[in-house]
């Protein structure tokens, strides 16, 4: 069974940093594009990250290019995001997803980020 | 790259059908039939009910069916239940070069 388990959520301060980790299991990780996706309370899901299977190709949105890193440990089955030069408008539940357009979609359960003072 | 456009609520009574739009461009939807939708609960992940435009993944009712026609691509649910008050979200891919873009998503109520 596939299961994506996400983790380092928390409250931080606007300028901060965070580190946000992703536990994959049920599959061949190191096969497969893995996202960042996330929700601000009440609003729409916005695309935060893409990497591919070998870490060599990444893309980023916009509101977050130049903060935002993503990575993945193939060793050890984990995709991080870490977050620096957190804003309020950072704040939002972060998915770490498998998507590929076809029918091997699989998300997590999310982890809450709050940027406040 | 911008939201794609959906109507910000629709509604229907049990057993109706009703029909939620997504609109694109012809750098997404318009160019690639690699549209999904998703339904969403409060407080829960993302479900995905059609993809690659009209297909379902196992376990999803024939009751939710997709289209797509130009730049704009639509979710259609028939006999509707009240389980299936929610919020949906189409996704379309967008190019080797972008990442996908989500729909600013349509929140169904079931009268």
């Known amino acids: 069974e596939v299961q994506l388990v996400e983790s380092g959520g928390g409250l931080v301060q606007p300028g901060g940093s965070l580190r946000l980790s992703c536990a994959a299991s049920?599959?061949?990780?190191?096969?497969?594009?893995m996202n960042w996706v996330r929700q601000a309370p009440g609003k729409g899901l916005e695309w935060v990250s893409y990497i591919s299977p070998s870490g060599s190709t990444i893309y980023y949105a916009d509101s977050v290019k130049g903060r935002f890193t993503i990575s993945r440990d193939n060793a050890k089955n984990l995709l991080y995001l870490q977050m620096n030069s957190l804003r309020a408008e950072d704040t939002a539940v972060y998915y770490c997803a498998r998507i590929d357009f076809g029918s091997d979609d699989y998300w997590g359960q999310g982890t809450l980020v709050t940027v406040s003072s | 790259q911008s939201a794609l456009t959906q109507p910000a609520s629709v509604s229907g009574s049990p057993g109706q059908s009703i029909t939620i739009s997504c609109k694109g461009t012809s750098s997404d939807v318009g160019s690639y039939n690699l549209v999904s939708w998703y339904q969403q609960h409060p407080g829960k992940a993302p479900k995905l009910m059609i993809y690659?435009?009209?297909k379902r993944p196992s376990g999803i009712s024939n009751r939710f069916s997709g289209s797509k026609s130009g730049n704009t691509a639509s979710l259609t649910i028939s006999g509707l239940q009240a389980e299936d008050e929610a919020d949906y979200y189409c996704?379309?891919?967008?190019?080797?070069?972008?990442?996908?873009?989500f729909g600013g998503g349509t929140k169904l109520t079931v009268l």
């Open positions: 690659e435009v009209t």
């Open positions: 049920g599959f061949i990780f190191s096969s497969y594009e």
């Open positions: 996704c379309s891919y967008a190019g080797s070069r972008n990442l996908g873009v």
